[in-house]
């Protein structure tokens, strides 16, 4: 009997858009081994694709991400005891963590609980749409796993303050907060979430890439370095776009 693999990621492609959805309800799309690889797969093809301008991350089901698949992380363990954990934990990683993951503009449209991985998956992401009643979680001080990249880009994201909030006390927080103190950018109906998603891609992709990209990457790397390093990163990007009218070609 053949075995058929799993989508746990789907990939669609309309148009210059790419649609990554979280495809395990079942599971409240908590990332097991095999979802980690699925979904690394999808970053690695988006940033291949030359047709491909701006992606969209969301979820199927009532959630957007439940976090890590703790079950399966213990399982992990246990099939190789004495291995290193850092080892085991390179299979429990996206790339998104990464600050470099890729050069172009990246949509999360939240359509429910986002917890743990799943709001550092979304909060790795350019800009963030969420449904009303989505939740915003980083309960790992709860089970003795404090977030590392999460933690980073919440500080940078909402302040200290905001970001100890989540991290220290382990408490979901709703869309009203989160829109509030800077989490996400908007709340939509649940109905029109990925028709606002689509549009704010579609307004990005008309513009010039190589403007949108150096806008991006000028911001997003301004956290990390000083005014001077900035400055001059900003001054050669300039150079080096091909400006357009802000049109894309």
Not at 4 to 31: C, D, G, H, S
Not at 219 to 243: H, I, P, S, Y
């Amino acid at each position: 009997m053949q075995m058929t693999q799993v989508t746990l990621v789907e990939y669609q492609q309309e148009e210059r858009v790419a649609i990554i959805r979280l495809n395990r309800p079942e599971k409240l799309n908590a990332f097991n081994r095999d979802m980690y690889r699925q979904f690394n797969e999808a970053i690695g093809r988006f940033n291949a694709d030359p047709e491909s301008y701006v992606a969209i991350i969301t979820g199927t089901g009532r959630a957007f991400s439940a976090g890590v698949d703790v079950q399966d992380a213990q399982a992990a363990l246990k099939e190789r005891p004495g291995t290193p954990i850092k080892e085991i934990g390179a299979e429990f990683s996206i790339d998104m963590e990464d600050l470099e993951f890729t050069e172009k503009p990246v949509i999360a449209a939240i359509n429910g609980h986002c917890y743990g991985e799943g709001l550092s998956l979304a909060i790795s992401c350019d800009l963030r749409i969420a449904v009303a009643d989505a939740q915003f979680c980083m309960p790992e001080v709860k089970i003795g796993f404090p977030s590392v990249h999460g933690a980073l880009r919440l500080v940078h994201n909402l302040g200290l303050g905001n970001a100890l909030e989540l991290l220290m006390l382990g408490d979901p927080v709703d869309s009203q907060w989160a829109l509030r103190n800077g989490l996400i950018n908007k709340v939509v109906a649940p109905e029109d979430l990925m028709d606002n998603a689509m549009q704010w891609a579609q307004k990005i992709v008309a513009l010039d890439p190589l403007t949108v990209k150096a806008a991006r990457e000028i911001a997003v790397k301004c956290q990390f370095l000083g005014l001077n390093d900035t400055v001059d990163l900003g001054w050669r990007l300039r150079k080096n776009a091909e400006f357009t009218g802000g049109k894309s070609k």
